[in-house]
Nanobody, 120 residues
Framework: QVQLVESGGDLVQPGGSLRLSCAASGRYFFIYDMAWYRQAPGNQRELVAT???????NYADSVKGRFTISRDSAKNTVYLQMNNLKPEDTAVYYC??????????????WGQGTQVTVSS
């Protein structure tokens, strides 16, 4: 099994910055694509940003130019640098990874989520 653990969520004022981290742990696993999703109260979970094994990235239009996704494959960790935060960025942020464990087929794993609140 693989576990994803997010950290870095907090309460921040509009215009502020936060850096989220998500570390994967387990045995005999290999991570392919990684991503950040978010879910605000009453809304569906939405894709925020993705990053491939080769570090190609894609972003939701709502966060382009403000958020940056990156990864450290040696540490099995993905990051989300969030700048110029807005109240509409308030949500629970989830890490997602496409993982192969041992000889099993690839599958998607989720973290437990970390709360980001943007408010004055």
């Amino acid at each position: 099994q693989v576990q994803l653990v997010e950290s870095g969520g907090d309460l921040v004022q509009p215009g502020g910055s936060l850096r989220l981290s998500c570390a994967a742990s387990g045995r005999y696993f290999f991570i392919y694509d990684m991503a950040w999703y978010r879910q605000a109260p009453g809304n569906q979970r939405e894709l925020v940003a993705t990053i491939t094994r080769g570090s190609s990235t894609n972003y939701a239009d709502s966060v382009k130019g403000r958020f940056t996704i990156s990864r450290d494959s040696a540490k099995n960790t993905v990051y989300l640098q969030m700048n110029n935060l807005k109240p509409e960025d308030t949500a629970v942020y989830y890490c997602n990874a496409n993982v192969r464990v041992g000889a099993r087929p690839r599958d998607y794993y989720w973290g437990q989520g970390t709360q980001v609140t943007v408010s004055s």
